[in-house]
Protein backbone atom coordinates (compact mmCIF):
# COMPACT_ATOMS: atom_id res chain seq x y z
CA UNK A 1 0.00 0.00 0.00
CA UNK A 2 2.66 2.46 0.44
CA UNK A 3 4.39 2.05 -3.09
CA UNK A 4 0.88 2.89 -4.57
CA UNK A 5 0.15 5.63 -2.28
CA UNK A 6 3.81 7.35 -3.13
CA UNK A 7 2.82 6.71 -6.96
CA UNK A 8 -0.53 8.67 -6.36
CA UNK A 9 1.18 11.40 -4.09
CA UNK A 10 4.13 11.42 -7.00
CA UNK A 11 1.55 11.70 -9.78
CA UNK A 12 0.03 14.95 -8.00
CA UNK A 13 2.84 16.53 -6.39
CA UNK A 14 4.83 16.51 -9.56
CA UNK A 15 2.78 19.19 -11.19
CA UNK A 16 3.12 21.43 -7.49
CA UNK A 17 6.78 20.81 -7.40
CA UNK A 18 6.96 21.99 -11.41
CA UNK A 19 4.86 25.19 -10.47
CA UNK A 20 7.50 25.85 -7.43
CA UNK A 21 10.31 25.33 -8.87
CA UNK A 22 9.30 27.07 -12.37
CA UNK A 23 10.01 24.84 -14.76
CA UNK A 24 7.77 24.60 -18.39
CA UNK A 25 8.19 20.94 -18.89
CA UNK A 26 5.26 18.19 -20.05
CA UNK A 27 3.08 16.64 -17.88
CA UNK A 28 4.18 13.28 -18.14
CA UNK A 29 7.57 14.49 -17.28
CA UNK A 30 6.27 16.60 -14.49
CA UNK A 31 4.36 13.06 -13.53
CA UNK A 32 7.42 11.06 -13.98
CA UNK A 33 9.95 13.77 -11.54
CA UNK A 34 7.29 13.62 -8.99
CA UNK A 35 6.54 10.27 -8.57
CA UNK A 36 10.95 9.45 -8.30
CA UNK A 37 10.40 12.60 -6.02
CA UNK A 38 8.10 11.23 -3.82
CA UNK A 39 10.28 7.93 -3.33
CA UNK A 40 13.45 10.56 -2.83
CA UNK A 41 10.80 12.29 0.12
CA UNK A 42 10.18 9.22 1.75
CA UNK A 43 13.88 8.02 1.78
CA UNK A 44 15.20 11.18 2.49
CA UNK A 45 12.91 11.51 5.86
CA UNK A 46 13.32 7.53 6.66
CA UNK A 47 17.57 8.81 6.89
CA UNK A 48 16.16 11.44 9.34
CA UNK A 49 14.15 9.19 11.19
CA UNK A 50 10.72 10.04 10.27
CA UNK A 51 8.31 8.76 8.52
CA UNK A 52 7.50 8.89 4.68
CA UNK A 53 4.46 8.57 2.53
CA UNK A 54 1.87 7.81 5.25
CA UNK A 55 -1.27 8.34 3.64
CA UNK A 56 -3.59 11.35 2.11
CA UNK A 57 -2.52 13.91 4.67
CA UNK A 58 -0.69 17.53 4.95
CA UNK A 59 2.75 15.56 6.13
CA UNK A 60 2.80 12.92 2.86
CA UNK A 61 1.76 15.62 0.99
CA UNK A 62 5.05 17.87 2.13
CA UNK A 63 7.38 14.75 2.41
CA UNK A 64 6.39 14.23 -1.22
CA UNK A 65 7.03 17.96 -2.42
CA UNK A 66 9.91 18.09 -0.74
CA UNK A 67 11.67 15.30 -2.89
CA UNK A 68 9.77 15.98 -5.86
CA UNK A 69 11.66 19.85 -5.30
CA UNK A 70 14.87 17.87 -5.08
CA UNK A 71 14.89 15.69 -8.04
CA UNK A 72 13.98 18.80 -10.11
CA UNK A 73 16.74 20.94 -8.42
CA UNK A 74 19.10 17.81 -9.20
CA UNK A 75 18.34 17.73 -12.71
CA UNK A 76 18.68 21.10 -13.31
CA UNK A 77 22.02 20.76 -12.39
CA UNK A 78 22.80 17.83 -14.36
CA UNK A 79 21.55 19.61 -16.86
CA UNK A 80 23.20 23.51 -16.72
CA UNK A 81 26.77 21.16 -16.05
CA UNK A 82 26.73 19.07 -19.40
CA UNK A 83 25.83 22.35 -21.30
CA UNK A 84 28.58 23.89 -20.13
Known sequence: MDIL?????GAIVGVLASMIMGTGTSLITEVILGIVGAFIGSTIMNMF?????TGFNFYSMFVSVLGAVVVIALVRMFYRGSAA
Do not use: A, K
Open 5 to 9: LTLIF
Open 49 to 53: GQTGV
